[in-house]
């Protein structure tokens, strides 16, 4: 009886050091969290306002532009794929991994295209490596707290990539993105885009007969104006989506560390009752015990 005692205590203060680490680790999250928040909300009107401005140059000028022209053959699509650093944040990096799986196996299977992974965040760098994929570039250590220069060398390396010729350079004839998209608190949903070549992602309404069509004038050439203005929309892209994940993962990080401290109060509540139950057992054989020694010594005099 003793020994399953001190065994429930052994428990309880286990868990209690388990429940003072989740919930440390919530109330990190839920402190970054909120600039994450913030962030996303900053960013967000930049990344909407250069996409419709490029999509509106890519529809009114007659210019054909590497990083805005459908190839007529698409072999090669990138992929890449923003998960976490770190674990213990609930469903977050599996969705997105799964998200990818989905988008590659349609690639593939339905299109018949290469697939080329861009993986961001050792969750799916560890993903890859332990299923022996290859991988064309791998970026990891700020996926809490994203930097506008991770984003432009990404970007940068994407739009290299992209230039190039696929067949005698190994280049990429379309991107794609696969993150989490930050909802609420309550929801984040992984979700793909298509970076390259550029979509209009609102067309303009059919113009009628008689509405004056916009004319854009370029200084110094049409040319140049794009390659300036379209390494910019692709950086402010990626960083925006890696923004979105930052604030999601910190937001699964929070509920996943809630819940684990909810459970963790629970067992200690356990294994207390188990813990009290056992003590009051010993404590009733010991006076029965008391009873019956005293009894049998009265009837021997």
Known sequence: MGAQIREYRQRIRSVSATKKITRAMELMAASRVVKAQQAVRESSPYARAITRAVSAV???????????????????????????????????????????????????????????????????????????????????????????????????????????????????????????????????????????????VEPPPAPAATDLLPLYAFEPSTDEVLDALLPKYVNARIWNCMLQAAASELAARQRAMKSATDNAEELIKKYTRLANQARQAEITQEISEIVGGASALAESK
Do not use: C
Not at 94 to 107: D, N, P, T, Y
Not at 123 to 133: L, T, V
């Open 58 to 200: 890519a529809t009114f000028s007659n210019e054909d532009h590497p990083l805005t022209t459908e190839k007529e053959q698409v072999k090669r699509a990138a992929v890449v794929i923003i998960t976490s650093d770190r674990g213990l944040a609930g469903a977050y990096s599996s969705s997105v991994i799964k998200e990818s799986e989905r988008l590659v196996a349609r690639l593939r299977e339905e299109e018949g295209k290469e697939v080329v992974a861009y993986l961001m965040g050792r969750k799916a760098i560890g993903f890859y490596k332990f299923r022996h994929r290859e991988s064309a570039a791998e970026w990891a250590g700020d996926s809490e707290k994203p930097n506008f220069e991770r984003a432009r060398e990404v970007g940068a390396r994407i739009v290299a990539d992209f230039v190039k010729d696929t067949d005698a350079e190994g280049g990429i004839d379309e991107v794609h993105i696969v993150f989490s998209r930050f909802v609420s608190m309550v929801t984040q949903e992984p979700e793909v885009i298509r970076l390259l070549p550029l979509e209009v």
